[in-house]
């Protein structure tokens, strides 16, 4: 079965630190990949999607970027956070194939201090 | 853009209560619509997905509907149960990305 796992699930950080948030996806090939942001008691905003390898779409600007290395691995990072960086991040994937559901880890919440 | 609204923001009720959420979407052309339920600070997890070629699913107490025609979704809970206490979002599926609704909060007292 397929399982994605995202770390870590909490973090503090200072303004203007570097970032880097992991997601890895098991037992599928091939799969979309997503991170999204959540703000206390909002919906979801989808910060960055791929379809595979080095291939990365931005929804929004701003201070993150987002990197595919490898198939199944997904990162979320930053050079320097600001305040407004801080909220929970979820990483989530779909299969390739059209009308297919996503499936969610189980986010990192982001503190910057 | 496509842009995903849920009401009410917020919904408390007595424990054994059918309750209804509903899910409204401007663009009908979706590949499909899923109901995700969110406990604080947790992730996502699926509860039912429709295709965009059905008008319903059906999980356990859980009943979903969609009339793409209208734009709208309905998550139907029956004998709802202080467990079921959580945030429900629901996600409509363009090409390649998902767009999500703000939620509702659902309390059930026992």
């Known amino acids: 079965s397929q399982t994605i796992h995202q770390w870590p699930a909490t973090l503090v950080q200072p303004v203007g630190s570097p970032l880097s948030l992991e997601c890895t996806v098991e037992?599928?090939?091939?799969?979309?990949l997503y991170w999204y942001r959540q703000a206390a008691g909002r919906g979801l905003q989808l910060l960055f999607y791929?379809?595979?390898?080095?291939?990365i779409s931005s929804e929004v600007p701003q201070n993150l970027s987002a990197s595919r290395p490898q198939d199944r691995q997904f990162i979320l990072s930053s050079k320097k956070l600001l305040l407004s960086d801080s909220g929970f991040y979820l990483c989530?994937?779909?299969?390739?194939?059209?009308?297919?559901?996503?499936?969610f880890g189980d986010g990192t919440r982001l503190s910057i201090l | 853009k496509q842009e995903v609204t849920q009401i009410p923001a917020a919904l408390s009720v007595p424990e054994g209560e059918n309750l209804v959420l509903n899910c409204s979407f401007t663009?009908?052309?979706?590949?499909?619509l899923q109901w995700f339920r969110q406990d604080p600070g947790k992730g996502l997890t699926s509860l039912l997905l429709?295709?965009?070629?059905?008008r319903e699913q059906t999980s356990g107490r859980l009943n979903a509907s969609l009339d793409k025609s209208s734009g709208r979704s309905t998550l139907y809970i029956a004998a709802s149960q202080p467990g079921d206490s959580a945030t429900y979002l629901c996600?409509?599926?363009?090409?390649?990305?998902?767009?999500f609704g703000s939620g509702t909060k659902l309390n059930v007292k026992p």
């Open positions: 037992g599928t090939s091939n799969p979309n």
């Open positions: 989530a994937w779909s299969a390739q194939e059209g009308n297919q559901p996503q499936h």
């Open positions: 791929s379809v595979g390898i080095g291939q």
């Open positions: 429709i295709q965009s070629s059905q």
């Open positions: 996600a409509v599926a363009g090409f390649n990305k998902f767009y």
């Open positions: 663009d009908s052309a979706i590949y499909n």
